[in-house]
């Protein structure tokens, strides 16, 4: 199984931006997928999660109402929408599979990170 996620960058407080996480190696629309982030000196937490159909969807309280996690399983990808973006977004981001719940240890398999910096 590989995960690759991509479309981190530099971004002003107040701007977005759209992660992608392509898999490989696994049937993707049998699992749910993660995204969780680990900004410098924290432990990894959890962002949003998506289930293997994409009709349920759930966010940690911090990003809810501005992040939206989809997901194409014809493309075997999913996506972070990353709007109204705050200097405390700043972390690397990863997508996870392998697991179903909130919690990093669940997860089996990872991603490499893409690193998303918020100027304030």
């Known amino acids: 199984v590989q995960l690759q996620a991509f479309g981190g960058g530099l971004v002003q407080a107040g701007g977005f931006l759209r992660l992608s996480c392509a898999a490989s190696?696994?049937?993707?629309?049998?699992?749910?997928m993660g995204w969780f982030r680990q900004a410098p000196g924290k432990e990894r937490e959890f962002v949003a999660r998506?289930?293997?159909?994409?009709?349920?969807?759930d966010y940690a309280d911090s990003v809810k109402g501005r992040f939206r996690i989809s997901r194409d399983n014809a493309e075997n990808t999913v996506y972070l929408q990353m709007n109204s973006l705050k200097p405390e977004d700043t972390a690397v981001y990863y997508c996870?599979?392998?697991?179903?719940?909130?919690?990093?240890?669940?997860?089996?398999?990872w991603g490499q990170g893409t690193l998303v910096t918020v100027s304030s």
């Open positions: 190696g696994l049937t993707f629309s049998v699992y749910g």
């Open positions: 996870a599979t392998g697991g179903t719940g909130v919690a990093a240890y669940e997860y089996k398999y």
């Open positions: 998506i289930n293997r159909s994409g009709t349920r969807r």
